[in-house]
């Protein structure tokens, strides 16, 4: 299948380099500390942040750090090819550490130690890169929980098809079987907190695919902080400041 055009456009009429659009809300869930939505493309991801609060379990408290919890899940209707695994299944388990270990990267544990911080990451609409976006979803629900970070980390993810690096992978492209790259990144520090990667490439085509995902880390960065200012804003607007 030809996934670049002679032109070169891809199959949904963007350029190689080109991101599919975001689009984000701060604040979607009422009751939680922090909440936002997260949309790349088709893809939609809901992220919810409680704490932080007293530890549950007490077995689980940690004395000097936070501990951090996530909890990744798909909506039975989020996909409509397919039929829903079971929760907790390997790859929502495999999703959610991910997640967390990414995550626990940038937030400052040490400031809030035996406590506990939740994170939720339900997927609504999947259509590839879905834990590019919930990485992003729940980065913008720490921050409006107001909870201490190192740095915004951001992930985007890229791919090699048809000799061609893309960045942004949909879902026909995610599951054409060509290697692709998830990237989780900390723009200010200039860190890689996540690399994950399917199959195997030549180290010099890895590493152009790779900086192309970190462009994208970046490019999402600045429009998560664009959405934050855009948020502070309102909330001065509201209290007459």
Do not use: W
Not at 169 to 197: I, R
């Amino acid at each position: 299948m030809e996934f670049v055009s002679p032109e070169g456009l891809r199959l949904d009429g963007r350029r190689p380099m080109e991101m599919r659009q975001i689009r984000a809300e701060i604040g979607a869930v009422a009751k939680a500390d922090g909440s936002a939505v997260f949309e790349m493309g088709n893809t939609k991801v809901i992220a919810a942040v409680y704490g932080p609060r007293e530890v549950q379990n007490r077995t689980q408290q940690i004395n000097d750090q936070a501990l951090v919890r996530c909890e990744y899940s798909m909506a039975n209707f989020s996909t409509g090819d397919r039929m829903r695994k079971p929760k907790g299944d390997r790859r929502s388990t495999e999703i959610s550490l991910v997640i967390r270990q990414t995550m626990e990267a940038c937030i400052l544990t040490h400031l809030m130690p035996r406590s506990q911080i939740d994170i939720f990451v339900q997927v609504l609409q999947a259509d590839g890169g879905t834990r590019s976006a919930c990485i992003n979803a729940a980065t913008l629900a720490l921050a409006d929980a107001g909870i201490p970070m190192r740095d915004l980390v951001t992930s985007c993810s890229s791919g090699y098809l048809n000799s061609t690096p893309l960045l942004d992978l949909n879902y026909v492209e995610d599951s054409a079987g060509g290697p692709d790259v998830t990237v989780g990144f900390l723009p200010k520090l200039d860190k890689v907190t996540l690399l994950q990667m399917d199959s195997k490439l030549p180290i010099d085509i890895f590493e152009n695919v790779m900086q192309l995902a970190i462009e994208g880390c970046k490019a999402i960065a600045n429009y998560i902080r664009e959405i934050m200012l855009e948020n502070t804003k309102q909330l001065e607007y509201r209290r007459g400041i």
